[in-house]
């Protein structure tokens, strides 16, 4: 039901969040960090805007997945020299890749094979008990020392209902202790991170607190 309403929303993601800082500084980040053609898996890659289009033209070879039809194919046309994949993000690093969805770099066989993730406000939309699973599957394909760029929402929720955009989502979340305390857990430090308020346009969303965390896996 998550990937129909993003089906549905479409373009419109963009619009109500049309400022990126804290994101783009993530993506420079890993531009500094890894070297040209590095692999990248972008997890949840939405429209492609911005992280996928702006790792790509800095010289990465990026690998996108997303559970939205609608999110895949915006994200096509903006940076289609991407690879791009249909598949559930619980179901990363496991068999089900393969079975379920004919993924099979993003199944066991891919273990250690990126140098990088992102993932930006895509594991909010897991329950709080699904995320650590889908952070240790993340960190199943990465290589040793491989780097993670998180964007999350802070706030104490778990698979909460929220209306977005004439939508309703399921979202989670994390205050920035605890969620430090659940990276460590699932094999990553935090190398560093910052908080931005953020109101989101056209909608009747509250300002939230954006936390953009620098991880890095560890053994």
């Known amino acids: 039901m998550q990937a129909l309403a993003f089906d549905a929303i479409g373009a419109r993601y963009n619009e109500a969040f049309p400022a990126r800082s804290g994101q783009l500084a993530c993506g420079e980040w890993l531009l500094g960090e890894l070297e040209p053609g590095a692999r990248v898996l972008d997890i949840g890659c939405g429209t492609g805007e911005p992280t996928l289009r702006q790792l790509a033209d800095g010289g990465l070879s990026m690998t996108a997945a997303d ?62 008990d699904e995320i650590p699973v889908v952070l240790g599957r993340i960190r199943d394909l990465l290589r040793p020392g491989g780097l993670l760029a998180l964007g999350m929402v802070e706030a104490d929720l778990d698979n909460a209902p929220l209306p977005f955009l004439g939508h309703e989502l399921r979202i989670s979340g994390y205050l920035r202790e605890d969620l430090a305390r659940t990276l460590a857990g ?34």
């Not at 096509?76 to 068999?95: G, K, N, S, W």
């Not at 190398?191 to 620098?214: D, I, K, N, V």
């Open 186 to 219: 699932a094999g990553f430090s935090v190398e560093s991170g910052s908080g931005h308020p953020y109101a989101p346009a056209s909608t009747t969303l509250p300002p939230e607190e954006q936390l953009f965390l620098r991880c890095r896996r560890v053994s």
């Open 67 to 128: 559970l939205s039809d609608g999110m895949l194919a915006l994200a096509r046309q903006a940076v289609p020299q991407a690879r791009f994949h249909q598949v559930d993000m619980y179901d990363l690093a496991t068999p089900q890749a393969v079975r379920a969805w004919g993924v099979p770099e993003l199944g066991p066989a891919a273990a250690r094979s990126f140098a990088a993730a992102t993932a930006f406000f895509s594991l909010i939309l897991l329950p709080q």
